[in-house]
């Protein structure tokens, strides 16, 4: 019998983002360059001194909606990597300074992912690595999808300008992105490098193993044990330390060499399959779009990590007929097995 998920994590409406950590930053951002404060708190049911008092959490669409007007009033292509140059390591508490204090990139990576809640609620962050590279990607957590552009700018700019500043020095990153170029490709340019593509299958940044345990100048061991310790306190205090969808997607990965259907992960998730499809509509999905997603992944994992072939990847996925797999395929990523991994 399936294992019951005990509590749902955070939901789009769910007020648990502190709005005196990434909310206020972009207001005081975007009050900089000269918009107006009632049409930027339009609709976000905020006010300024919300975010000075901190006395109540807001919910992601109250943060979404913050970044929509945002985008809107300032009106400019540089406002989201300026944005996230300003969010990591942040003054968070004590998970911003575990973020300054870490001994080399992969525990900065590891940080990032086991504290997202905190420092990324939005987006999270998920990574594996295979013999020559880590993959470190993004997913989306409460179904942002009119700014989706605008968080994956901020958060790999985010990430990328706190570790040219913690290393001391500019990594060989490899950028990829599931979107078009942009007109305005020429910030990338100047905030990613060349080394960037679009229409790619996934929101990603591609590193050489060798720079992950490289030790950083600032690391500090002892400062460390202690910040991590209180970081742990300070996400027992949250909400949940994921959001339904990041539920959602951690049981299928975690289930996905098994047939799924949606009776079945409704009952894990102790809902009724009518209560999962009103909860995945509220975050713009569905069920067979989140395994869909999963189904993607998965496949890319086996190929760059487990170097699987097209026969064994559909296997895996439980797929009998490699028609029906080429079909699917297709469906998640666009292109054919063949063509894609060819590249």
Known sequence: MAKLVKTLGY???TPCITPHYQPAVLVELALSRDVSEYHLLKGTRLQLGDFEQAEERISPDQYLTLIKNCQKLTDADDISFLYGQR????FYGSVSQALQQANNLRQAITILCEYHAILSPLFTPRYYENDDELFLYWVDS???IEQHRFII???MSAFVSMVAWLAGEKMPWQFEFSYDEPEYVEQY???????????????????PRYCLDTPWPNASKFGMQGALKESDKQLSEEYSPYSFLDQIYSYLQSHIDEPLNLDKVSFS???SPASMKRKLKKHQTSFQQQLDLVRKHTAIYLYEVKQMNSQEIAEYLCFNDMNNFRRAFKRWTGSSPYHLFAQ
């Open 11 to 13: 939901e789009l409406d």
């Open 87 to 90: 969010l990591f390591p942040g």
């Open 142 to 144: 409460t179904g942002s």
């Open 153 to 155: 700018e901020s958060y």
């Open 189 to 207: 340019w100047v905030n990613f490098g060349q080394a960037i593509r679009f229409n790619q299958q996934m929101n990603r940044i591609r590193l």
């Open 269 to 271: 998730f102790g809902l």
